[in-house]
Nanobody, 131 residues
Framework: EVQLVESGGGLVQTGGSLRLSCAAS????????IGWVRQVPGGEREGVSC????????FYADSVKGRFTISWDKDKNMMSLQMNLLKPEDTAVYSC????????????????????????WGHGTQVTVSS
């Protein structure tokens, strides 16, 4: 069973930085796509970024490109999202999403543009950016 556990959320001021982490277990390390999805109350899930654990390919939503950086630590089985220059519109619950045999689904932006394609989910961590 795949488990994804997020951590690192909190309250920061506009322009500040925050680093989120997602510990993963029970997945196929040879072919797995993992990424971040955010959601505000009553809103739809918005894909933020994804990374393929096999080759490290990444994809970013236009709204976060240049500000957020996703990474995968294969030794720790941990995904991170370094968020810089945070804006109030970044406020949301950030969740891990994962997809077995999904490396090619991150490449090309499928998982970011259609985050409902993820099969595995964490419970999320709250990020609040104050103005």
């Amino acid at each position: 069973e795949v488990q994804l556990v997020e951590s690192g959320g909190g309250l920061v001021q506009t322009g500040g930085s925050l680093r989120l982490s997602c510990a993963a277990s029970g997945f196929n390390s040879d072919d797995y796509a993992i990424g971040w999805v955010r959601q505000v109350p009553g809103g739809e899930r918005e894909g933020v970024s994804c990374i393929s654990t096999s080759d490290g390919s990444t994809f970013y939503a236009d709204s976060v490109k240049g500000r957020f950086t996703i990474s995968w630590d294969k030794d720790k089985n941990m995904m991170s999202l370094q968020m810089n220059l945070l804006k109030p519109e970044d406020t949301a619950v950030y969740s891990c999403g994962g997809l077995s045999y999904g490396s090619n689904w991150c490449y090309g932006g499928i998982l970011v543009n259609r985050p409902y394609q993820y099969d595995d989910w964490g419970h999320g961590t709250q990020v609040t950016v104050s103005s």
